[in-house]
């Protein structure tokens, strides 16, 4: 589903990422962790063309994201976002927010995208919402509108940029179960997140960052109680 | 006071001058505004420069050198005055001057709209496969517009001060139609004082209005 070769990626001298080489098959759950400044978040943002890398090389969905003739904007259809501060358009109601990507981009009816906004928000558990403005919902729920808002283009993979770091702790449960049922839905996915509980009870892989290269990966359970390099020891120590 | 009932026609008729012209500068000079900030961010280099020149030109020199140079410089080696009519140029040329004015002012006030809009909106939009024109009109510029009501009110009530400065190029605004009338009845005192109540009737009308426009908006939050 994707494929990571050999990414570097450098803001100005700064580089972060430095040769980053892994495989994410479908239907995958793979869980990134490691400390701040380890470049996971901007790997994660790579791999929908937030960040144009370096050098290197990153097939999604076999489309060759790299390859600068590629159009970016139609493959981010396929590659849904969650970010750690929500970003819902303030602007528009919880249903609006929903529907203006299938609107616009993907040019369905109004009626359509509403019904299939309104599966959405059942699933998330947010149907009473509809009519609400962004401002007027808890954290939780306002990263629970932003998942349905990338599962109304049908993606088929989702990245998730520390989804519940932003959210005060009687919250996170809530994202997480919503993270959770769309995992056994098997949706392939990538999760940047410091929630070792969901890692392990869901993650099919973890992939340990660090210094802008992937230190160690395995399965959680491996990873977390044998972990075999050094710094992965020492970054689980501190946060296990 | 008697002067000014008798003369009132010929004030009012100036007064309703003041308020076209208001109209169309902002009306013309929005349209510019907008058009050049979004020159002004686009990725295409060379839109960015004739922006930003027409921006600095606009706003280092005085408008009321622009209203000279286009009504009156630009005639001596242009057949304008053919091509509008004697009579239509100078008003062509007094409502284009002051909205090119005006638009340089409002382009800087709605690139510093679009710009202050959260970074993350921007990224969201492009992460469900919005393209750079569909975010700017359907996410960027609504959250925009909101913060930049009030600098733009501002600007609007400058505009319509602004008109005052077509008298010396001729065209019988309120100014210009004071000034006639106290000529011929010497009535300094009471006409620039009704005069002065016009102007400001007119920008407190505008600001009312904003003021009003921007609690409606407060209702959809942000």
Not at chain 1, 122 to 130: C, H, I, N
Not at chain 2, 118 to 145: C, K, N, V, Y
Not at chain 2, 176 to 203: D, R
Request: include cysteine; charged fraction near 20%; aromatic fraction near 8%.
């Amino acid at each position: 589903m994707i494929s990571v070769e050999n990414l570097h990626k450098s803001f100005g001298r700064l580089e972060v990422l430095k040769g980053v080489t892994t495989h994410i098959d479908p239907q995958e759950v793979v869980v990134v962790i490691g400390p701040s400044g380890s470049g996971k978040s901007t790997f994660l943002r790579c791999l929908n063309g937030l960040e144009t890398v370096t050098s290197g090389r990153i097939v999604v969905d076999g489309v060759e994201l790299t390859d600068p003739k590629v159009n970016i904007t139609k493959l981010r259809q396929r590659v849904g976002m969650v970010f750690q501060r929500f970003n819902l358009f303030h602007h528009l109601t919880v249903l609006d927010n929903i529907t203006i990507g299938p609107r616009k981009v993907l040019k369905l009816s109004r009626e359509e995208s509403e019904s299939r906004a309104f599966t959405l928000l059942e699933k998330v558990g947010l149907r009473d919402k509809a009519n609400s403005y962004p401002d007027e919902l808890s954290g939780g729920q306002q990263q629970r509108v932003a998942i349905a808002r990338a599962l109304a283009m049908k993606p088929s993979v989702m990245l998730f940029d520390e989804p519940t770091s932003a959210l005060d702790p009687e919250m996170v449960g809530e994202v997480l179960q919503v993270m959770k049922d769309l995992a056994r839905e098997g949706m392939t996915m990538v999760v940047v997140t410091h929630e070792m509980g969901f890692a392990r009870e869901v993650g099919d892989r973890v992939l340990f960052m660090d210094g802008g290269v992937i230190v160690e990966e395995g399965k959680p359970q491996d990873l977390f109680s044998n972990p075999k390099e050094e710094r992965t020891q020492a970054f689980l120590s501190k946060i296990l | 006071m008697n002067h000014i009932w008798e003369q009132w026609p010929q004030i009012w008729a100036g007064f309703l001058s003041t308020v076209e012209f208001s109209v169309i500068a902002i009306l013309l000079g929005t349209v510019i505004g907008l058009i050049a900030a979004l020159m002004k961010l686009a990725r295409f280099a060379p839109a960015r420069w004739l922006s930003t020149v027409y921006v600095e030109l606009f706003r280092g020199t005085p408008l009321l050198v622009q209203l000279f140079f286009i009504a009156l410089g630009l005639p001596a080696v242009l057949p304008l005055n053919k091509w509008f009519g004697p009579q239509t140029y100078p008003l062509v040329a007094g409502a284009v001057g002051l909205a090119l004015n005006e638009g340089a002012y409002i382009t800087e006030i709605i690139r510093a709209g679009i710009l202050g809009v959260d970074r993350g909106q921007w990224e969201a939009a492009a992460s469900i496969g919005m393209s750079r024109g569909q975010t700017m009109r359907h996410i960027i510029l609504p959250q925009a517009f909101k913060r930049m009501i009030p600098p733009l009110v501002n600007q609007f009530a400058q505009t319509v001060k602004d008109t005052s400065l077509l008298a010396p190029i001729a065209i019988t605004e309120l100014v210009y139609s004071a000034q006639e009338v106290i000529s011929v009845y010497f009535n300094a005192f009471s006409m620039w004082l009704v005069v002065a109540l016009m102007y400001f009737v007119v920008i407190f009308l505008i600001t009312r209005f904003a003021a009003y426009l921007e609690r409606r908006l407060q209702i959809d939050k942000r």
